[in-house]
């Protein structure tokens, strides 16, 4: 482990420099090497020659072979939480029980430095209890439930034994210790070390297997087998790999390297899945998918970097025009009398062999010209040519969730933690700048990564009939890429660089800077707040824009400073204290806080508040939100590992004070921005939000009963919306489309006509169980095959965008298709009732104002025991109560969970 070290400094230096020498090419003048020679005679070159020999016999002798196992790696193994190097090493197991049909005794290297000068212990993997599972797993007979109550004890047993022997309390090295003291006595030896069990279960250097878990990096070692008859196995486990090197004697007939790393599987058979299923939504791979693993020898691959495979994305696909059509006739039959129904199919017809087969054509000619035919016409539409206030409308808020372990609602620790927060975030720009973020991937195939350029030093800059994205962000090998940040507080504006001498500012650094800007805010009046413009109607914003850069020069110098800044940071006075079971207020402030302290164009605005809690408030133009979620679970993951401390050097380097931003302005700025202000006041009072954890049950117990966890909760919000209201509701869930080359998303609709049989099934009193049971299957299938084709491209709302907006570049009259009234009432052109998004499986929720006055907003995420979620409606609309909706979500998801229960499924 010191020369793996060693080993993945150097590859983390590499990697972050290119492999490049940057600095000078100037040569000092220094001696040339010195040759060392040796004094030989015949006699020592005669040796010289003899040692040649006997090492490349050995050598021939040896075969290696060192692989990439790619279908999967740490990150599986941990979602089904078990622990990654049990895993491999009870792989290693069966995998010589089944190519030898024995057990085969095995030494795993265990560490002991936290002792004085301590080195490693033996850990014995081969227990009884590993056999006893490698027995059930060749013995057709067994049971699953057999396989899999042998697996859990198996990994229990091997735990144990690891963290005993890391702990000082393993046998090997105890009885070796016996061993020297008889033999430094003089003593005969001890009749237990000529046991003939003592060499046959590996004592006295005798495994057969002799393995070391090189670690969870890069490196990855090799060394030759213990015995003649042995295997030698050093391995990495990496997030989406294991790389193992298995090493063998060619003399002896029964060891084969390459047939040993075949057989080298993770344990697998059904017993396995059975362990692993109620506790993730993917399963264990099957064993005869990884027979053609030999293809994937890697032995010298180098890391995965960010944006790697962007060139070989697939290009955003065309659907066929006959299987959108259908489609789009499916989604809106929930919505429709007969009579609606058939005009509709009259006008879907009278498209399909018309208009339609001309823009279709074009549209296809436009997609073999680019690799996303959709990008620029997305962007454009559902965001830059947008009027309304971005910031109430179209941006995405939400509370950070580290109040929920290591920093819970506490006033006076502002500061303190939002430094702490800050440097996290600057390690993961910097993650992304040197390319050394994991590259995110849909089993072997790789994802968009581009919306991860948008993230930092981005913004949204208004233009009075379209908007522009400016994005200043490059990576290190393209280039210099701006490092500083902006601070807002009572109105005010600073900033200052998170670099001094090329390295990130650490904590106590951010501090002092966050402090000075503090002492300078709580010293002086309040700022004029011109980021509340940020809020306006977008042309009346970039209007008020124009007048101020024309009032004086420093002011297009300061927009310019916010607009290519890494992030804002918003030092809030707010104190939305929040629970992990009622993160209401807190996710409200995110959405409908202080206008003045955050600048609504810009791609991340950190928000600290003064009790100690923490949210964002992102424009949701250049990127989608799982961008942002990736980095706030980042950022939980390491305060929850670090207790939200900084361990480092409390050193504060000398560096130049946060520099402030004074706009000038005039009467009709400060006028521009009162009236900013009063509308934002409004608009914020009329948006009602809830935002609660329902804790009854969640992944775990959906799991259990073999439905899909977010499925569940579209069908329990269909059921919810329909009780309530008394009839469908047209929604809209993100289907996400990064298979593709810059894809984001696709509109997946949950409100199929199954669904609503189904909820008609569960409100009509007179229904029995079966029909309720059969109907729900059939809304589940529905929903999952509608989302499964909408991730592949083959969704129809987008590819009708496309459709339209050809006949709109070509100025053609607009397709009576899109003036159906079924067109809306179902959803489309942006009039869903219901916009829905599963924000993931992790610690981190969002929140999204409704996207139409009679509608909801609807975001959650989904944990094992819990399903949180944040609901909106605007206040004016009389029907709509967020409330009122939770509650009855609530009874849907347990009357969802019962009939799923009582039936079986």
């Not at 069990?197 to 030759?224: E, I, M, P």
């Not at 808020?397 to 927060?421: D, I, K, M, N």
């Not at 409606?873 to 347990?894: I, M, R, Y």
Request: hydrophobic share 35%; with cysteine.
């Amino acid at each position: 482990m010191i020369m793996v070290s060693l080993s993945y400094y150097i590859d983390c230096r590499l990697r972050a420099s290119g492999g490049k020498w940057k600095g000078s090419d100037m040569v000092r003048d220094i001696s040339l090497p010195e040759e060392l020679l040796f004094r030989l005679d015949d006699r020592v070159r005669h040796d010289v020659q003899l040692a040649k020999q006997h090492f490349l016999e050995t050598a021939n002798n040896l075969q290696v072979v060192c692989c990439a196992f790619t279908s999967f790696g740490k990150y599986a193994i941990k979602q089904r939480k078990l622990h990654p190097d049990t895993f491999v090493q009870l792989a290693m197991q069966l995998a010589y029980y089944r190519k030898h049909g024995r057990p085969g005794s095995c030494y795993e290297t265990a560490m002991t430095r936290r002792f004085y000068h301590g080195r490693t212990e033996t850990m014995r993997p081969c227990t009884q209890e590993a056999v006893l599972w490698c027995q059930a797993m060749t013995d057709p007979t067994c049971t699953e439930d057999v396989k899999r109550k042998a697996l859990l004890q198996a990994f229990n047993k091997h735990n144990k034994l690891m963290a005993l022997a890391q702990n000082g309390e393993g046998f090997d090295r105890h009885l070796l210790g016996l061993y020297l003291v008889a033999k430094e006595e003089g003593l005969p030896t001890p009749h237990l070390f000529r046991d003939p069990l003592y060499a046959k279960s590996g004592g006295g250097g005798n495994f057969v297997l002799s393995s070391s878990l090189v670690g969870y990096q890069t490196v990855v070692g090799v060394g030759a087998p213990m015995v003649l008859h042995g295997y030698g196995c050093f391995y990495n486990i990496r997030d989406d790999r294991i790389v193992m090197s298995i090493t063998a004697w060619k003399a002896d007939p029964q060891t084969d390297a390459e047939r040993a790393y075949i057989h080298h599987s993770p344990p697998g058979g059904r017993g396995s899945e059975a362990a692993c299923e109620s506790r993730t939504e993917h399963k264990c791979p099957k064993q005869n998918n990884r027979r053609n693993i030999m293809a994937h020898q890697m032995s010298g691959t180098l890391p995965e970097r960010t944006f790697q495979y962007q060139d070989s994305l697939p290009p955003l696909p065309v659907p066929s025009l006959e299987g959108s059509l259908s489609k789009y006739l499916d989604a809106v039959r929930p919505f429709a009398t007969e009579q609606e129904y058939e005009a509709t199919v009259e006008n879907v017809r009278s498209f399909q062999e018309g208009v339609g087969q001309v823009l279709q054509q074009k549209l296809l000619h436009r997609a073999s010209t680019r690799r996303n035919w959709l990008e620029e016409w997305w962007l454009n539409t559902a965001y830059l040519e947008v009027r309304t206030p971005s910031q109430l409308n179209i941006n995405f808020g939400g509370p950070a969730p580290y109040l929920e372990h290591c920093w819970p609602p506490a006033e006076g620790t502002q500061l303190q933690r939002t430094s702490v927060g800050l440097w996290h975030m600057l390690q993961y720009w910097d993650l992304i700048r040197t390319e050394r973020m994991t590259p995110h991937k849909a089993g072997r195939s790789g994802l968009d990564m581009d919306q991860y350029r948008m993230l930092f030093c981005t913004c949204k800059v208004p233009g009075v009939t379209k908007d522009t994205i400016l994005n200043y962000f490059k990576t290190e090998s393209e280039g210099p890429c701006p490092s500083h940040v902006v601070v807002m507080r009572r109105g005010r504006i600073f900033t200052f660089d998170a670099l001094h001498d090329g390295k990130i500012l650490t904590p106590p650094e951010l501090l002092r800077q966050l402090q000075y800007v503090t002492e300078c805010c709580e010293g002086g009046p309040d700022g004029d707040g011109v980021a509340a413009l940020t809020s306006e109607e977008r042309t009346t914003w970039a209007k008020a824009r124009e007048h101020l850069i024309s009032l004086d020069p420093v002011n297009t110098s300061i927009l310019e400073t916010i607009q290519s800044s890494l992030f804002v940071v918003s030092l809030d006075e707010a104190k939305p204290y929040a629970t992990a079971e009622d993160y209401t207020p807190l996710t409200l402030e995110t959405l409908t806080g202080d206008p003045t302290i955050r600048w609504g164009d810009k791609s991340y605005n950190s928000i600290s508040y003064a009790d100690g809690t923490f949210g964002s408030n992102c424009d949701h133009a250049p990127y989608d939100a799982m961008i942002l979620v990736s980095l706030c679970y980042y950022i939980d993951q390491r305060l929850e590992a670090t207790g939200g401390e900084w361990t480092g050097s409390d050193a504060v380097r000398a560096m130049p004070f946060p520099e402030e931003l004074v706009f000038t302005v005039d009467a009709k700025v400060r006028s521009d921005i009162n009236r900013a202000k009063h509308h934002y006041r409004n608009t914020a009072q009329n948006l009602q939000l809830v935002c609660y954890a329902f804790t009854a049950f969640g992944k775990e117990a959906i799991k259990q009963r073999k439905l899909h966890p977010d499925t569940f909760v579209q069908l329990a919000m269909q059921l919810a919306y329909y009780r309530k209201h008394g009839r469908p509701g047209s929604c809209y869930e993100t289907a996400m489309t990064r298979r593709f080359y810059h894809g984001r998303t696709e509109t997946m609709r949950p409100c199929t006509q199954e669904a609503v049989l189904w909820c008609q099934a569960m409100t009509d009193p007179t229904c029995t169980e079966d029909v309720k049971r059969r109907a729900l299957l059939k809304a589940v299938n529905k929903h999952n095959k509608l989302m499964a084709l909408a991730q592949n491209g083959e969704g129809f709302d987008r590819h009708l965008l496309g459709l339209y907006l050809v006949s709109k570049e070509e100025g053609l009259p607009t397709p009576h298709l899109f003036m159906d009234p079924l067109y809306a009432k179902s959803g489309g052109g942006g009039n869903f009732t219901l916009s829905s998004s599963l924000v993931g499986y992790t610690t981190v929720l969002g929140a999204v104002a409704p996207m139409v006055q009679h509608g909801y907003g609807f975001f959650y995420r989904i944990r094992d025991d819990r399903i949180v979620m944040s609901i909106t409606a605007w206040k004016s609309d009389p029907e709509t109560d967020t409330e009122s909706l939770f509650k009855t979500l609530c009874s849907s998801l347990h009357d969802i969970l019962h009939l799923a229960t009582t039936s079986q499924l």
